[in-house]
């Protein structure tokens, strides 16, 4: 029995040694299924899962862990995934060594090329971090505490640059990285990595204290961008370790943002190196980056670096707080750097602000270490005066030494101002003008209703203009960062005012006037006024004691007064009645009639309407659109008054229709032109004119000895002449298929569709000025002065006549 135990408990010991690789069959894995399937490389030990040695999913494979849990390594043990790896635990789940003192550790994760992994809510403690070679890979609210490094193919941690290690595509968002051994999140120099860093906080990472940063990429890859956003970056006395590293060393491009990070008491803050480089760094916090204390070594808040004449790193640097830091920036060598640019081209904002950058005693802000122009225009120095001999003291470049590129730093301290402009109902406007005090031009506003300046911090009023808008007058300051003003524009008011008067023409105290939803109160001098827009307002004029009164004020573009009488219930009062008709004796609907003081009138459709009123002269005006308005008065004394209004319609608008009527031997007089009705009869200079309003006029021409002629004319907005070629002998079919091009001509009038025709041209008194024979299909008329002209064409017969104009 005692060799069988033995025999056993090797058997159980190898087992357990063993490593373990599910069988790529397409099969999803959980931590349980592995205890029930890895002979012993995953156990469950009372309140925790237990893994002994390498676990392996297989490509086809995937292990899903949803569960709050707790996951204890073994020395050397370790994931390994080709497949699909999901950690999505509702709270916490926790991957951490069964010994934390031990030398070796557990290694970590290693999610090997095409992998596809999401980790949710984790925390890894005490291992060799996560490697995730070319594949996909998120990591999100998850902690990453204290792993280490150690070389090593099969002893070694997976990851070696970082807790974190990138290859491909990655995505790490708000994670905890914390006093880990190297530093936070990393990425190789020669594999294009496209990662998403956001919203992490970073702690004392690099404890070893190697020149590594916390966080530390390499190029992005062809069209790709890094984006390493919100982050804080804070180090922990490890005099070595920079913040945020983007490097490009060996001719990988890419491009990187950095953004909105706070990165304090590291030995750097920012820093670019190599090239091709596309950089965005703005609105950084970059403090105290001085830990190291030598100058010669680092300290910059922001570096940028390309030693290479032919290197092309592009970087915009705007809106970042600098200072405490040994150098503000330095630029090293070749980069391109814009800092701030006046040109609408390359326009930057700048608005940095530096502040207590320097070393040795001596400030520096910006030293341009290299031969590159550089421009740094808008930002905010850390000088107490910002003007350009101040400032000169701590930025370095040409004027120190020849070599280096100049950097343009003027004007300073100026910052981005948006002004957005929109209608009362926020709709936005454009072609607003905003004249600013302090400002030599106005602003003008965009289709979006914006517009924007480079300011100097203080206090400033404006005015902004459109056509149609009330001016609006305002005040705003401009602080050191960007301000946005919006300014809303109010359609012009005018004031309506109203007078109530009795019968008696005393003015009436207390009177209600209920108008746009407003209740006005007359005072002791009868009167209320109230600000409105243009339109058109309805209102009622009522108080205890007297006859309501309703009508509709007008207002546009001016101040507008209702004296408005108000009739005493006690005052007896008759029907003033009114019918309106046409002059056939039509009543006319929806006729206006108008009593001052009264209210308004509107006839129904039988062309009648009527009031109340009590003795008295009053005038009336009557109103109808399309007709001619009348006006009149009426007595009223002790009965009910008619007026009878007939309202002449308005007569159209007329042009006049000239014709000119001509044959071959000249202008014809005394042809008969019958038109809409009316007989013309043509001059002795062949003229007969008639007005008439727009429309479609048929029309026919008859003389003595001439052919009948029937044409139509068409009158729109404008005087028109026709033109009337009267002929003799011949059919008055036209030419068919005739056509006559280019009208107007200039040379060389086309005559297409008539065959061994004749053509004669005449001027428009009938004068005969050329004849030809076609036997081609063309006429010269290069000689002929400007004007116009008939043409008169026969063939087989028939005859066309057409107005030609010679240009």
């Known amino acids: 029995m005692k060799k069988l135990f033995t025999l056993i408990f090797a058997l159980a010991t190898l087992l357990v040694q063993a490593q373990f690789s599910t069988p790529g069959t397409g099969v999803v894995w959980n931590l349980d299924s592995l205890v029930n399937n890895s002979a012993g490389v995953v156990t469950w030990n009372d309140d925790h899962y237990e893994i002994t040695n390498t676990v392996t999913i297989a490509a086809a494979d995937a292990l899903n862990i949803f569960e709050d849990v707790t996951v204890v390594f073994h020395d050397l043990a370790g994931i390994e995934s080709e497949g699909a790896l999901t950690i999505d635990a509702p709270v916490k789940a926790t991957f951490t060594a069964i010994d934390s003192t031990s030398t070796n550790k557990w290694r970590g994760f290693k999610l090997v090329a095409g992998h596809i992994t999401h980790i949710r809510n984790a925390e890894f403690l005490f291992g060799g971090g996560i490697r995730s070679q070319t594949g996909i890979f998120t990591v999100e609210g998850s902690k990453f505490y204290k792993n280490f490094y150690k070389s090593g ?74 984006f390493i956003i919100g982050n804080t970056v804070i180090g922990n006395g490890s005099t070595n370790a920079g913040g945020i590293a983007y490097s490009s060393l060996l001719g990988v491009p890419g491009s990187v943002v950095i953004d909105s990070n706070t990165v304090d008491l590291n030995r750097y803050g920012i820093t670019l190196t190599g090239s091709p480089i596309s950089g965005a760094i703005r609105h950084n916090i970059i403090t105290d980056n001085n830990i190291q204390n030598n100058p010669n070594l680092g300290g910059s808040g922001i570096n940028l670096t390309a030693s290479n004449s032919s ?167 401009v602080g050191t960062s960007a301000t946005e003003v919006v300014i809303v524009m109010n359609l012009p008011r005018y004031l309506l005012s109203f007078y109530i008067y009795d019968e008696s023409f005393a003015p009436v105290e207390g009177a209600f006037i209920d108008v746009d939803g407003n209740v006005l109160l007359t005072a002791a001098n009868g009167t209320a006024s109230i600000e409105v827009m243009n339109g058109m307002y309805p209102y009622t004029v009522s108080k205890e004691g007297y006859y309501p009164v309703n009508g509709e004020a007008v207002v546009q573009d001016s101040n507008s007064e209702l004296a408005i009488q108000l009739n005493s219930t006690s005052v007896p009062t008759y029907t003033l009645s009114f019918l309106v008709t046409d002059p056939d004796a039509t009543p006319l609907e929806a006729a206006l009639i108008e009593i001052p003081g009264q209210q308004s009138l509107t006839t129904g459709a039988d062309g009648t309407a009527s009031v109340n009123l009590p003795d008295g002269d009053y005038t009336y005006t009557v109103s109808l659109e399309g007709y001619v308005s009348g006006s009149g008065s009426v007595t009223i004394n002790g009965a ?70 029937e044409g139509s004319v068409t009158i729109s907005g404008a005087d028109v002449e026709e033109v009337i070629f009267m002929t003799t002998g011949l059919e008055i079919s036209p030419v068919a298929g005739l056509r006559v091009y280019p009208n107007p001509v200039t040379d060389r009038l086309y005559i297409e569709g008539a065959t061994l025709a004749e053509a004669t041209l005449y001027a428009l008194d009938g004068r005969q000025l050329m004849q030809q024979q076609l036997s081609g299909n063309a006429m010269d008329l290069g000689n002929l002065k400007s004007g116009t002209y008939l043409l008169r064409i026969v063939s087989g017969g028939n005859a066309s006549v057409v107005v030609i104009v010679k240009e």
């Open 640 to 709: 009910a008054e008619e007026v009878v209004v007939v309202l002449e319609p308005v007569a159209p608008e007329t042009w006049m229709l000239t014709f000119t009527v001509s044959a071959q031997a000249g202008v014809l007089e005394g042809v008969e032109i019958n038109i809409n009705g009316t007989l013309l009869i043509t001059s002795e200079e062949g003229v007969a004119q008639i007005e008439l309003p727009d429309g479609v006029y048929p029309y026919t021409a008859a003389a003595p000895g001439f052919d009948f002629y």
């Open 153 to 226: 193919s099969t002893s070694g941690s997976y990851a070696s640059s970082a807790a974190v290690d990138l290859s491909g595509y990655g995505e790490v968002i708000n994670c905890s990285f914390i006093l880990n051994q190297r530093g936070a999140v990393a990425s190789g120099s020669n594999v294009g990595t496209k990662a998403i860093i956001r919203n992490n906080y970073m702690f004392g990472n690099t404890t070893e204290n190697s020149n590594r940063p916390q966080i530390n990429m390499g190029p992005a890859g062809e069209g790709d961008t890094t």
């Open 311 to 477: 290197a092309d790193q592009d970087v915009i640097v705007t809106g970042n707080v600098i200072s405490g830091n040994l150098w503000g920036i330095t630029i090293i060598g070749y980069p391109r750097v814009n800092m701030g640019n006046a040109d609408p081209a390359n326009f930057n904002p700048g608005g940095n602000q530096f502040s207590n950058n320097g070393n040795g005693g001596v400030l520096y802000d910006l030293f341009n270490n290299g031969p590159v122009e550089q421009y740094a225009m808008f930002n905010q120095w850390g000088v107490a005066t910002q003007d350009s001999a101040s400032i000169e003291g701590v930025v370095n470049h040409v004027v120190d030494d020849p070599a280096l590129g100049r950097v343009h730093f003027m004007p300073a301290y100026q910052f981005q101002t948006y002004f957005t402009v929109e209608s009362e109902s926020g709709e936005p406007l454009a072609g607003v003008e905003i004249a600013i005090d302090g400002l030599a031009e106005s602003l003008v506003t965009d289709a979006q209703g914006g517009a924007f300046a480079m300011m100097t911090p203080g206090n400033y009023t404006y005015t902004a203009i459109l056509e149609g808008y009330a001016n609006n007058n305002g005040t705003f300051e």
